[in-house]
């Protein structure tokens, strides 16, 4: 559970590092509002993506089911920075599909912690792997990272792509080409 007390004692000190006036009228109510902020965009440490995913119906013989730019927030581990952009889901399912919400739902789980979108893609690929248990399945995401744009190298509207292939889509080009043509219509 996330402890409010410590993300205002937390905020209010980094303000006086940064040699500001914790006292002046613009900064006083911050750290609260950040501790209130933290609580919703990190909500997903406290949440399990079972459990979006349990609810299945049965569905026979499908081809590719891909759920294509759904927009995430997240927030970069490293530097405590918004990254952000679209993720594309695919999977193929073995007689059991799940509600096209639910797909989003599970990007959101684990967008809403601390995050690299390395692992961001991974732990999503893993999670409908794990509860749908299909033939396989393919995850890409695009983002802009704030750690890139708005300091170091600021190459703005550098995109970072990364892709997650499981089961048959790691196994077969064929499936890959299939998820890219469809990725073009
Ligand atoms: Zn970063």
Same mark, same amino acid.
């Given at each position: 559970?996330?402890?409010? $007390?410590?993300?205002?004692?937390?905020?209010?000190?980094?303000?006086?590092?940064? !040699?500001?006036?914790?006292?002046?009228?613009?900064?006083?109510?911050?750290?609260?509002?950040?501790?209130?902020?933290?609580?919703?965009?990190?909500?997903?440490?406290?949440? #399990?993506?079972? $459990?979006?995913?349990?609810? %299945?119906?049965?569905? @026979?013989?499908? !081809?590719?089911?891909? *759920?294509?730019?759904?927009?995430?927030?997240?927030?970069? *581990?490293?530097?405590?920075?918004?990254?952000?952009? @679209?993720?594309?889901?695919?999977?193929?399912?073995?007689?059991?599909? &799940?509600?096209?919400? @639910?797909?989003?739902? %599970?990007?959101? /789980?684990?967008?809403?912690?601390?995050?690299?979108?390395?692992?961001?893609? =991974?732990?999503?690929?893993?999670?409908?792997?794990?509860?749908? @248990?299909?033939?396989? &399945?393919?995850?890409?995401? $695009?983002?802009?990272?704030?750690?890139? =744009?708005?300091?170091? &190298?600021?190459?703005?509207?550098?995109? =970072? /792509? %990364?892709?997650? %292939?499981?089961? &048959?889509?790691?196994? #077969?080009?064929?499936?890959? *080409?299939?998820?890219?043509?469809?990725?073009?219509?």
């Amino acid at each position: 559970m996330i402890d409010k $007390e410590k993300i205002r004692q937390g905020v209010a000190l980094l303000l006086e590092g940064i !040699g500001e006036d914790i006292g002046r009228e613009g900064l006083q109510g911050t750290p609260d509002r950040i501790a209130r902020m933290y609580e919703e965009i990190f909500a997903g440490l406290d949440q #399990n993506p079972q $459990e979006a995913l349990s609810k %299945t119906f049965e569905a @026979k013989q499908c !081809g590719i089911v891909l *759920e294509k730019d759904i927009l995430f927030y997240s927030v970069c *581990e490293h530097h405590l920075l918004p990254f952000f952009g @679209k993720a594309h889901l695919a999977y193929i399912p073995d007689g059991r599909v &799940v509600g096209l919400s @639910k797909l989003a739902r %599970t990007v959101e /789980v684990y967008a809403r912690r601390p995050q690299i979108q390395e692992q961001l893609s =991974t732990q999503i690929a893993d999670a409908l792997m794990e509860c749908l @248990k299909p033939k396989g &399945v393919m995850v890409m995401l $695009e983002a802009e990272h704030m750690c890139m =744009t708005m300091r170091g &190298v600021k190459k703005s509207g550098a995109q =970072t /792509v %990364t892709l997650a %292939t499981r089961g &048959v889509f790691a196994d #077969n080009r064929c499936f890959q *080409e299939e998820f890219w043509q469809m990725m073009r219509r």
